[in-house]
């Protein structure tokens, strides 16, 4: 592609945006130049534009790897509502009839959106290999890395996935990724790459830590905010439980409010449907937890509360960045019991397998093998028989295909290559969680800081932070009271679908 191209009448055209934001326009010129990139870019800066333009101008088709189903949703309806239609989604809401129809006909789509579980699917791959692969995109690239914040063990098969078809430029995409993050992401894709790393503080978003004695005092700082203040607004969790009870308090004690809750453990249309209607400013106040907001592109959210700070200072950016995607002030509250600190190493500690764990896993692993049998698929019988959680067993799998002794039936393997494989898998997580510990305890040192905590946020991933004269944090003078956000929903409740539809039905209502 000729690098004569006006990127910005390009831009202009297909997504009506008159110039580039930072580090668009060098990633995008790069991507069409046909080089490897790596680019950092902070949340809410729109790093899908670095990947939907190129799409639009390269002659094949452009891969997109996505990790969450409610992302890949949000994005093709926004780019055919661009008129953009040779756009499709691959996820696992496809029934076995339509995934089969798609399959056949990738061919006459230019951008296609697949989780990394799904691209590993032989079917998939059968026909992405008959196709030319212009540009394949790593969305969340953090994900790729062993230390990463969200690791997920197919992301880092992607590399063997990229040259069975054909071997395609990449782009890597994150908002958080320290320089070992980076190191990792590189290393794992075995490729020469470009890399374009940007400062990722927003000097809109002020960061407040608010220390209480118990909880009922969280909820309380919550309820006094939110009733003067109906914009649209996030609080995260650590438990899944305490997100559900949270969000019915709030919901009585702020009933102009439309509070629902988001978690893992939910159904996934329920879920789809939760982040829809918040989209949608259906909803007002999301309780969640980490779960919820990967790829969000709402750009009118004020507040961030974290009801529990979680284990490390990436997923806290990540987190926070959801806000003020408008330029406008938005306010991060972070609010701190001293009992919340046992909550993230019991994470720490359920993520893991413990010596217990790996011994069980070895004994059963031998024992199937002594028995020509293959170890059980689905995770509820692995669950049944390991006694552990689906990430435990995630990690103990992905380390014994990484050292090749995963077992398949008819082979066999040496009791002592065993032994020695699940050895350094246990080397590997004692090494994995004293690198946690110490993204914990960082966090806890940030929490306690008595100076800026812009300067202590930031300065730790890159050189320098944006210094902001007005609304900075708590430690420089700001007051949660003096903090007015730009009023976003009006204070008269707006219908629900719900409300919609029973007007639609009931006879004799008035509209």
Not at 65 to 89: C, G, R, W, Y
Not at 117 to 134: A, I, P, R
Not at 406 to 414: A, F, L, P, Q, R
Request: glycine share 4%; aromatic share 10%.
């Amino acid at each position: 592609m000729s690098n004569t191209i006006l990127l910005e009448k390009e831009l202009e055209t297909y997504f009506g945006y008159s110039t580039f934001r930072v580090g668009q326009k060098e990633i995008i010129s790069d991507v069409l130049n046909g080089k490897n990139v790596l680019g950092i870019l902070p949340t809410g800066t729109g790093k899908s534009i670095c990947y939907q333009l190129p799409a639009r101008l390269l002659e094949g088709v452009t891969i997109v790897v996505s990790p969450l189903i409610s992302l890949m949703m949000d994005q093709v309806k926004e780019l055919k509502a661009t008129n953009f239609k040779e756009v499709v989604a691959l996820n696992s809401f496809l029934d076995y009839d339509k995934r089969k129809q798609l399959y056949k006909n990738l061919y006459r789509y230019k951008l296609i959106y697949v989780s990394p579980e799904m691209l590993q699917q032989k079917e998939l791959q059968f026909y992405l290999k008959k196709m030319t692969v212009s540009l394949f995109v790593i969305d969340e690239a953090h994900c790729i890395s062993q230390w990463g914040h969200e690791f997920r063990p197919d992301y880092q098969k992607l590399k063997t996935v990229i040259n069975q078809i054909g071997d395609p430029p990449v782009l890597a995409l994150s908002a958080t990724a320290t320089r070992e993050v980076q190191d990792d992401i590189i290393n794992s894709l075995e490729r020469p790459i470009c890399k374009h790393i940007y400062p990722m503080d927003r000097s809109n978003i002020t960061l407040s830590i608010q220390e209480v004695i118990i909880n009922e005092e969280k909820l309380e700082i919550i309820t006094n905010v939110l009733s003067e203040h109906k914009v649209p607004s996030l609080i995260y969790f650590s438990s899944k439980n305490a997100a559900e009870n949270v969000s019915h308090l709030l919901s009585k004690r702020l009933p102009e409010h439309r509070v629902a809750f988001y978690h893992g453990g939910m159904e996934q249309m329920d879920r789809v449907a939760i982040q829809q209607q918040f989209m949608n400013d259906q909803i007002d106040i999301v309780c969640c937890t980490s779960a919820f907001g990967m790829g969000i592109n709402k750009n009118n959210i004020r507040f961030v509360f974290h009801y529990h700070f979680p284990g490390q200072i990436e997923s806290y950016i990540q987190e926070i960045g959801r806000a003020g995607r408008d330029g406008n002030q938005s306010i991060s509250v972070l609010l701190y019991c001293r009992q919340d600190s046992f909550l993230p190493q019991q994470m720490i500690e359920s993520e893991l397998p413990s010596d217990g764990d790996l011994f069980r896993a070895r004994q059963l692993f031998i024992k199937y093998q002594d028995e020509d049998k293959i170890l059980p698929v689905e995770f509820q019988e692995i669950q049944a028989m390991f006694e552990i959680s689906e990430v435990q067993w995630r990690f103990i799998s992905s380390q014994l295909e990484k050292h090749g002794i995963k077992h398949k039936n008819g082979i066999k393997y040496d009791e002592s290559k065993v032994d020695e494989t699940f050895e350094q898998i246990k080397n590997i997580r004692d090494e994995r969680l004293y690198v946690k510990q110490t993204k914990l305890k960082d966090m806890m040192n940030w929490i306690h800081l008595k100076t800026c905590l812009r300067e202590g946020l930031y300065t730790r991933f890159q050189n320098g932070y944006t210094k902001v004269e007005e609304y900075c944090c708590s430690n420089c003078g700001i007051h949660l009271q003096d903090f007015n956000p730009k009023q976003t929903i009006p204070l008269k409740q707006l219908p629900t679908w719900e409300m919609k539809l029973k007007r639609l039905l009931v006879v004799g209502e008035s509209k």
